[in-house]
């Protein structure tokens, strides 16, 4: 059976609600269990629980988080006993979201309190899809009144639905759908976005890639809605021909493992499948004397820009360019470059520059 866990975020009045139940209808129909974890926060304010009714924030976002870790806990559990090939389990925000309603500070206190970390957490689910608040792009249908929980006015929403977007920000498959078309699209935009993503019937990633000029380090660093993440990754090619690629995503103990497989249907489209790796299988495979291996690393930049989400890697070994992917859902999607990154040419169909051949040419 497979199991796959996303989240369902957004900002104030961004259509969650209905879309949730959209996302159920439709993938019902095509033979899915879903099973929804509902919105934490919202169900302990309804309650009276809220951060002036407890001592203070923290005391309030610890409680939250630690609830809403566990009851994702139980519906995982769930998920895996039922007499079902297929689960996708919708959670209605996830524990980052908190991270919005935090400083810095007191979300590292917070996490501390929890012992856990950032990118454990956030790298929790597999993928996650914001909903842009109708503040930003719909304003006439913004409104308060069909949840007791929001209280924010279109400036606050606007900023709230930053703040979410900034805080996920660093994901390796964050999708953002944004108010440019009507309401009805925009649920159909977020199904398509979500098989994209699972596969019906396989996972499918699209992608681009640019060579840029040497981005400005200091204003991707400032940037709120870019986040740095360190990444090693290996190619391993075994005698009989097995070929994949391990990935360490992070540092230090907030890191992942992860392992991934692609199947090449064209220069530009490929079928994508990821599994988690514990530290041991990581390296274990790292060490294996059977496979040859290339090891490339580097630092990657996640910027989320016009509603559109790029990944700039930096490499060591460049001082005067580096690569720039975005992953798509149609070959022939607009893509709008950032404004801040000078692109030299696209490079897609160019086999050195794909870090298979950069990783070997480092031997």
Not at 47 to 76: D, H, W
Not at 77 to 106: H, P, Q
Not at 349 to 355: D, L, Q, R
């Amino acid at each position: 059976m497979s199991v796959t866990k996303i989240v369902i975020t957004g900002g104030p009045c961004a259509g969650k609600t209905t879309a949730l139940e959209y996302i159920k209808t439709v993938f019902s129909e095509k033979g899915w269990t879903v099973l929804f974890v509902p919105e934490t926060a919202t169900e302990l304010i309804n309650a009276g629980v809220t951060p002036l009714s407890c001592k203070n924030n923290f005391e309030f976002q610890c409680g939250l988080m630690r609830l809403q870790i566990e009851k994702e806990k139980v519906y995982q559990r769930a998920a895996l006993g039922m007499r079902s090939e297929k689960v996708l389990l919708v959670c209605d925000r996830g524990t980052i979201d908190n991270k919005a309603y935090m400083g810095d500070d007191e979300f590292e206190k917070v996490l501390a309190e929890l012992n856990e970390n950032e990118t454990r957490l956030r790298d929790d689910y597999e993928a996650v899809f914001h909903l842009v608040t109708a503040a930003d792009g719909a304003e006439q249908f913004y409104s308060n009144a069909n949840n007791s929980a929001r209280y924010e006015t279109i400036q606050a929403a606007k900023e709230t639905d930053r703040k979410i977007i900034s805080a996920w920000t660093g994901h390796s498959h964050l999708r953002i759908i944004d108010n440019s078309t009507g309401f009805r699209e925009k649920l159909e935009r977020l199904a398509a976005q979500i098989i994209a993503f699972v596969g019906d019937p396989e996972p499918l990633e699209i992608e681009r890639k640019y060579l840029i000029e040497y981005p400005d380090i200091d204003a991707l660093e400032k940037n709120d809605l870019c986040r740095r993440i360190d990444i090693s990754q290996t190619y391993l090619t075994y005698p009989d021909g097995n070929f994949f690629r391990i990935r360490k995503r992070g540092i230090e103990e907030n890191c992942l493992y992860i392992k991934t497989v692609k199947k090449k249907i064209s220069e530009l489209k490929r079928i994508e499948i990821e599994t988690a790796l514990t530290a041991e299988e990581y390296h274990t495979l790292l060490n294996d004397t059977a496979a040859e291996r290339f090891t490339v690393s580097k630092s990657r930049y996640c910027m989320v820009y016009n509603s559109q989400y790029f990944e700039i890697d930096v490499f060591p070994f460049w001082k005067d360019k580096a690569l720039m992917e975005i992953e798509l859902i149609d070959e022939n999607e607009t893509i709008d470059m950032p404004k801040e990154i000078t692109v030299i040419r696209e490079v897609t169909f160019e086999s050195e520059y794909k870090n298979y051949n950069i990783a070997r040419n480092l031997k």
